[in-house]
């Protein structure tokens, strides 16, 4: 079975600061996708950014990129120029692209912005 | 477009009693998805529809909790009776498969948050 793990229970930035949160995770399949889901204290999973494993080049979203590695399961997310509202809980998830065609999470980082 | 629509919000309910949670998933969306969150915890999977049939329930407690999804559209999630532990967040996710390959994201409801006295 899969398995998602962040390391990091809580991290804090100095708003316009860069940060990044760390994702490990473990499987077998060579053929999978990876995520960063945000979620505020209104509770909705927004996507952040999304990563097919069969892609070399790392994703990036405007502020967020992220650092994958396949051969050492990391996907780590970098956050530029830190903003108040990126304060939420992030969730690193990963999905097979074939079978199960569910999402596992990991156990979450709280990110906390400093003005 | 109307995201995922779950109701209600918050309930609060004694011990014993039974619950159901609402969710209307995203117009055209085949496949569904009820999550479980514990407090300071990832979402876990309950169960995943494909239109009307599950295909993913290992992962519900089917002695207490159950779920339907009516003519492949809205889905609800009941549970009887409610014990302490379950308190929690209840999610549900809609997406869209074809071909068998799921390649959308996930997009999730606000939630309904459980709470069990």
């Known amino acids: 079975a899969q398995t998602v793990t962040q390391s990091q229970p809580e991290m804090s930035v100095q708003e316009a600061e860069t940060v990044t949160l760390s994702c490990t995770y473990d499987?077998?399949?060579?053929?999978?996708?990876l995520f960063w889901y945000k979620q505020p204290p209104s509770r909705q999973m927004i996507l952040v950014i999304r990563?097919?494993?069969?892609?070399?080049q790392n994703a990036t979203e405007n502020r967020f990129s992220v650092n994958f590695q396949k051969a050492a399961k990391s996907f780590s997310l970098k956050i530029s120029d830190s903003q108040l509202g990126d304060a939420a809980m992030y969730f690193c998830?990963?999905?097979?692209?074939?079978?199960?065609?569910?999402?596992?999470f990991g156990q979450g980082t709280r990110l906390t912005i400093n003005p | 477009e109307a995201g995922v629509v779950q109701s209600p919000r918050y309930k609060i309910i004694e011990k014993k009693q039974p619950v159901a949670f609402w969710c209307n998933p995203i117009?055209?969306?085949?496949?569904l998805y009820w999550y479980l969150q514990n407090l300071g915890q990832g979402p876990e999977l309950l169960i995943r529809?494909?239109?009307?049939?599950?295909?993913?329930d290992s992962q519900l407690p089917k002695d207490r909790f159950s779920a339907e999804r009516l003519k492949g559209v809205d889905s609800t999630l009941k549970i009887q009776p409610a014990e302490l532990g379950d308190s929690a967040v209840y999610l549900c996710?809609?997406?869209?498969?074809?071909?068998?390959?799921?390649?959308?994201?996930?997009?999730f409801g606000e939630g309904s948050r459980l709470t069990v006295l």
């Open positions: 117009s055209g969306h085949n496949t």
């Open positions: 998830a990963y999905r097979s692209a074939r079978g199960a065609q569910k999402l596992v």
């Open positions: 990563q097919e494993a069969y892609k070399q």
């Open positions: 996710a809609s997406s869209l498969v074809t071909s068998g390959v799921n390649t959308g994201e996930l997009f």
């Open positions: 529809y494909e239109n009307e049939e599950a295909v993913d």
């Open positions: 499987t077998s399949e060579s053929d999978y996708y």
